[in-house]
């Protein structure tokens, strides 16, 4: 994007300059450069073809590779009466669910991506606030959490281009928000044990969803559009992609933090913390 | 570490090994190794020099080459109320924190540094939210607040190594961390202007506290042991580095907080939202 600048400004005894971008970059990312006293600068990224890198959310090697060749059938049998409070409460979830959105898959997988963003961000937070209280090591997995977090945002990100929300559907984001993170959040504290495998049962059906999505594709019940510009990128698809690809790696992507999950809660089964076994750290 | 395998273990209709590592690594994580039914392989990484890369909290591509450079008498003359307000709260946090501490710097690191790595989770945190609320991205600044946050947790390991706490400073952090995470997330639910320009002040008085650390260091009142380990590797500094070396990268990466938050306080003045101007993610 060209940058003109506005002018000088004087502020705070130190001088400013203010500049504005020429509008919005692709993916709704507004550039407007901020030149400071503090003289932080932009870092500007170039890509592997030398034009310049559009993301500011990602950068070029916090891209992923996805593997398809992920088992998508594996399933965690109940069997502790903590397993089963949990299966329940994902498989209780998932009626209203599907009465709301029937056989809207795109609408669902967007409005869904803004709650399947919330465990990973929670869970990263109570771990990094309990590394600094008790000075323990983490063993990563504040950061394998987080690196969830944000690569479920992502998939918000991309659904967005493909699906617009409704005023409505903004209303029912926030309150289902401010309900779930509380939730999410008392249940990590009372036992990272069943959050974990709650969110394992949430990724199982997430993987089931997006194979129904899948098949409403092939049926040419939903159309097969060009895939968004930021999943190219993200996931580095070929140029002429569609969003039957990105269902793809997104699917791909959920079996991931499936087995995180799981495997969260089943180190907790084993009596040991999760700093005590080094993260999957880059494992999506 | 060699591995043991402890031996095999039926659990939930599934085969999982349970191996146990032959005791604590360096830096006081223990390797477990849970093999599981979901088959999370653990990422082992080498270094240059071919040994195993013994951190599983950061990774070889996400250490710090730190800038020495930077200035470190920049200041943000307040001149708004909410500016006077940020300043003085830091200033009046500063004389109990004088009082208790006197003249051990290390330990005061130490403690500080538990407050420090607060302000960016709380930010990243509740970017995120906001992001997947209002369907918008985030301009990089979730990952920027979170790599602060990051940082400063590194810094605790760092000073960890050096003093010990005892259990009164235990239960003091704990106590801090209670009232600092609630008080700061507020403070950011209010008005990010202020939280961000609170945290400017409280870098500002990170580098002075690690001013005067360094010469009590140059005077001799604090002896300049060997740099651990951690701070070697995480730094990439040389083999023979001291305490001092890294009270002097500490110091410059609490500058280069001082100045990313003085700026997204400077951008919310300006009217704008931090997305609205790409986040420095990597300035250090
Ligand atoms: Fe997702
Ligand atoms: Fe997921
Ligand atoms: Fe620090
Ligand atoms: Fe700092």
Same mark, same amino acid.
């Given at each position: +994007?060209?940058?003109?600048?506005?002018?000088?400004?004087?502020?705070h005894?130190?001088?400013?300059?203010?500049?504005?971008?020429?509008?919005?970059?692709?993916?709704?990312?507004?550039?407007?450069?901020?030149?400071?006293?503090?003289g932080?600068?932009q870092?500007k990224?170039?890509?592997e073809?030398?034009?310049?890198?559009?993301?500011?959310?990602f950068? $070029?090697?916090e891209?992923y590779?996805?593997?398809?060749?992920?088992d998508?059938?594996?399933h965690?049998?109940p069997k502790t009466?903590?397993?089963?409070? +949990?299966?329940?409460?994902?498989?209780?979830?998932?009626?209203?669910t599907?009465?709301?959105?029937?056989?809207?898959?795109?609408?669902?997988? *967007? *409005?869904?991506?803004?709650?399947?963003? &919330?465990p990973?961000? !929670?869970?990263?937070?109570?771990?990094h606030?309990?590394?600094l209280r008790?000075?323990?090591?983490?063993?990563?997995?504040?950061?394998?959490?987080?690196?969830? +977090?944000e690569?479920?945002?992502?998939?918000?990100?991309t659904?967005?281009?493909v699906?617009? $929300?409704?005023?409505?559907e903004?209303?029912?984001?926030?309150t289902?928000?401010?309900?779930f993170f509380?939730a999410?959040f008392?249940?990590?504290?009372?036992?990272p044990?069943?959050?974990?495998r709650?969110?394992?049962?949430?990724e199982e059906?997430?993987i089931?969803?997006?194979t129904?999505f899948?098949k409403?594709?092939?049926?040419?019940?939903?159309?097969? !559009?060009?895939?968004?510009?930021? +999943?190219?990128d993200?996931?580095?698809?070929?140029?002429?992609?569609t969003?039957?690809?990105?269902?793809? &790696? &997104?699917?791909?992507d959920?079996?991931?933090?499936r087995?995180?999950?799981h495997?969260?809660?089943?180190?907790?089964?084993q009596?040991?913390?999760?700093?005590?076994? $080094?993260? $999957?750290?880059?494992?999506?």
């Open positions: +994007a060209s940058t003109i600048t506005l002018g000088d400004k004087e502020q005894d130190n001088k400013e300059t203010v500049a504005s971008g020429g509008g919005a970059a692709a993916g709704g990312e507004k550039e407007k450069e901020v030149v400071s006293y503090w932080v600068p870092s990224v170039v890509k073809d030398g034009t310049q890198w559009k993301w500011n959310c950068r $070029p090697w891209t590779q996805a593997d398809l060749s992920i998508l059938k594996k965690h049998v009466f903590l397993d089963k409070f +949990a299966y329940w409460t994902v498989k209780s979830l998932r009626l209203p599907d009465i709301f959105f029937q056989r809207r898959y795109g609408c669902r997988a *967007m *409005m869904l991506e803004t709650v399947a963003a &919330v990973g961000m !929670v869970g990263g937070m109570l771990l606030c309990k590394s008790r000075f323990e090591h983490s063993g990563g997995w504040i950061k394998a959490l987080l690196e969830e +977090a690569n479920e945002r992502m998939h918000l990100m659904f967005m281009e699906a617009k $929300p409704k005023w409505y903004r209303a029912l984001v926030f289902v928000q401010g309900i509380n999410y008392l249940a990590y504290l009372a036992s044990k069943l959050a974990h709650i969110t394992g049962y949430l059906e997430a089931h969803s997006y129904e899948l409403e594709l092939d049926k040419g019940n939903i159309e097969n !559009v060009k895939a968004p510009a930021i +999943a190219i993200y996931w580095r698809l070929p140029a002429d992609s969003l039957r690809d990105v269902v793809m &790696v &997104v699917r791909a959920e079996a991931h933090h087995d995180v999950n495997f969260a809660s089943d180190i907790h089964y009596g040991l913390e999760l700093k005590d076994s $080094p993260a $999957p750290i880059g494992y999506h």
